[in-house]
C-alpha cells in the first residue's frame, strides 16, 4: 500500500518537473516560427533567386550563358586558381598542425593566432598587399618586369591572393583535433618500429581524414569563391584574367541579368555541394567517434 | 625569418620525428605568404609624413566611410547576435521536421561566393525586387542605402553566432535547470539566471567573430550599396577606388588602419575563447 502511494507522488513530481523545464506550445511554435522565418528570408531567398533569374529566360539561354568562350575560360582560370592554391594549402595545413599538435614548444598560442590572421583581413587589403609587392611600382615590380614575368593582372597573382584568403582553412580543422588526439599513438607505433613518414602516414592521416576532407572543401568552396582579393589583382581582362565570380561583376554591370544569375547558379550548386558533403563528413566522423569509444569500452 | 624561427624552435624534447621540417615549413610559408605581403602594406604606409597620413584617414570620406562600416557592422552583428540565440536555441531545443536540412543551410554564407550573395540580395531588395517592391511601396530604400549595406552584412555574419552557441547550448545540464525549476524558478528566470550566463562567452565570442567579418566584407556589400561617396562607401571600397586612383600610398595607409583594428579584434576574440573554453571546460 505504502510503496504506492510512494509512486504516486514520485511521478506527479516527476511530472511537474518535465513541465518547469520546457515552454508552452505556443512559446515553442512562436519561436521556431520567428526563427524559421528569419532563415527563409535570408538563406532560402537568396539561393531561390539565384536560380529563378538564372532561368528566366529559358534554359538555351542559361545554357548559352555558361558555355560562351568568356564564361568557360573564366570556369577554366577559377579551377585551375583552386587546384593550386587548396593542395598549397593542405600541405601547409598538415606540417602546421603537425608541429603545433605534436610538440612543445614557446609561442604555441601566437602561432595559432598569425595562421588566423587572414581571415580577419580585408579581402581587399590582401589584394593591396599583393599589389604593393608585385605591382608596376611595387617592391619587385621592376625586376619583374625587366624579366618579363607578370604576376599582377596574370594567373600567379590570382593564385597567390586566393592562398592568401584560404590559407587557414585546412590548418583550422586539424589543429584542435590532432590537439585533443595526442601523441601516444605516434609515440607506439615509433616503438613498435615504424619510420616517422610511415606512422604519418599509417596512424596519423586515417585518424585525421574526415576532419582533412572537411577543411578541403571548405578551402574549396572559398577559393573558387574568392572575390574582393582576386578583383585587386587580376585586372579583370575578359578571356586571361577573368574568373567566375569577377566574370559574374561583369555581366552583373552590363545588366546582362540571366547570363550573371546563370554563373552564379554554378556557384550556388558547389557551395550546395560543400555543405551536404560537410553534412556527410560530419555523420561519418561522429560514427567513427562512436565506434571507437564503443571499442575502448569494450576493452 | 631566421628570427622567427629561432623564436619558435625552443622546445621541450619529444620523441616523435619531423618538427624541424614541419616547423620550418610552416613559419617559411606563413612569412611568404602572410607577414611579407602584410609588412609591404605598413611599410608603404611610411612613405607618407605624419600629416599626409592624418590626412588620409581622417578625411572626410573616410571618416564617412568609417562611420558606415563601423555601424551597418554593429547593428548587423546585433541582429545576428539575437537571433542566432533564437536559431541555435531551436535547432537545439525543438524538433521539427526538416531539422537536419536547415541546420545543415545555416553555413550556407560560408560556402556561398560573396559576389553571388551580393547580386542575389541586391534582385530581392531593389526597388522592383521581390522583397524591395514592399518597401518601395512604404517609402523606404532598402537596395543602394545603409539598409542594404546592414542585410548584406546579416547575410555575411549569420553562422558566426549559431555556431558558437549552438555546442555549448547542447551541453548546459538539464539537471541545472530541473534543479532551478523545483528550488521555484519559472521558466524566464530559468532562462536569465542559469541559462543565458552560461551562454554569455559564447554569445560574445561569435558577436565579435560577425563583427571582425562584416567590416572587412566587399563582395556582397558593393553590388547592394551603390557605392556612393559620403553616403554608402564603406571603407574597403574606398581602398578600391584610392588605388584606381594609383594611389597606392593612401590605400595602404587606410588598410593599415583596418589591419590594425582587424588584428585588436582578433586578439579580442581569442581573449573570448579562452574565458569561453574555460568557462565552459569548468561547468563540466
Known sequence: MSSVVIDNTNSTARITIRQATAEPLWLKVLLTTLALSFLTLFLLLPLVIVFGEAFAKGWQVYVASITEPAAAHAIKLTLLAA????????????????????????????????????????????????????????WWGEWLNDHDFAVM???????????????????????????????????????????????????????????????????????????????????????????????????????????????SSLLALLALLTLVLKSALQWRAAKDYAEAAKLRAVE | MGFILAFF??????????????????????????????????LKTFELSLDEFWQVVASERAIASYRLTFGASFVAASINLVFGLL???????????????????????????????????????????WIGQFFHAAGIKVAYSAFGVTLALVFIGLPFVVRTVQPVLEDVEKELEEAAASLGANRLQTFCRVIFPALLPSLLTGFALAFARAIGEYGSVVFISGNMPFKTEITPLLIMTRLEQFDYAGAAALGTVMLLISFLLLLLINLLQHWSNHRHGGAK
Open chain 1, 83 to 138: 587546384a593550386i592554391a587548396v593542395p598549397c594549402n593542405v600541405i601547409f595545413g598538415l606540417g602546421a598542425s603537425w608541429a603545433i599538435a605534436k610538440f612543445q614548444f614557446r609561442g604555441k598560442q601566437l602561432l595559432i593566432t598569425l595562421i588566423d590572421l587572414p581571415i580577419a583581413v580585408s579581402p581587399v587589403i590582401a589584394g593591396l598587399c599583393f599589389m604593393l609587392l608585385f605591382g608596376a611600382r611595387g
Open chain 1, 153 to 263: 593582372f596574370a594567373v600567379p597573382g590570382i593564385v597567390l591572393a586566393t592562398i592568401f584568403i584560404t590559407f587557414p582553412f585546412v590548418a583550422r580543422e586539424l589543429i584542435p583535433l590532432m590537439q585533443e588526439q595526442g601523441r601516444e599513438q605516434e609515440e607506439a607505433a615509433l616503438t613498435l618500429g615504424a619510420s616517422g613518414w610511415q606512422t604519418f602516414r599509417l596512424v596519423t592521416l586515417p585518424s585525421i581524414k574526415w576532419a582533412l576532407l572537411y577543411g578541403i572543401i571548405l578551402c574549396n568552396a572559398r577559393a573558387m569563391g574568392e572575390f574582393g582579393a582576386v578583383s585587386v589583382v587580376s585586372g579583370k581582362i575578359r578571356e586571361q584574367t577573368n574568373t567566375m565570380p569577377l566574370h559574374i561583376e561583369i555581366l552583373y554591370n552590363e545588366y546582362q541579368f540571366a547570363a550573371a544569375f546563370a554563373v
Open chain 2, 9 to 42: 624552435s625552443k622546445r621541450k624534447k619529444s620523441v616523435l620525428p619531423g618538427f624541424g621540417l614541419s616547423m620550418g615549413f610552416s613559419i617559411f610559408y606563413l612569412s611568404l605568404i602572410v607577414f611579407l605581403p602584410l609588412s609591404a602594406l605598413v
Open chain 2, 87 to 129: 536559431v541555435a536555441w531551436v535547432l537545439v531545443r525543438y524538433s521539427f521536421p526538416g531539422k537536419k536540412v536547415i541546420d545543415a543551410l545555416v553555413d550556407l554564407p560560408f560556402a556561398l561566393p560573396t559576389a553571388v550573395a551580393g547580386i542575389a540580395l541586391t534582385a530581392l531588395y531593389a526597388p522592383n525586387g
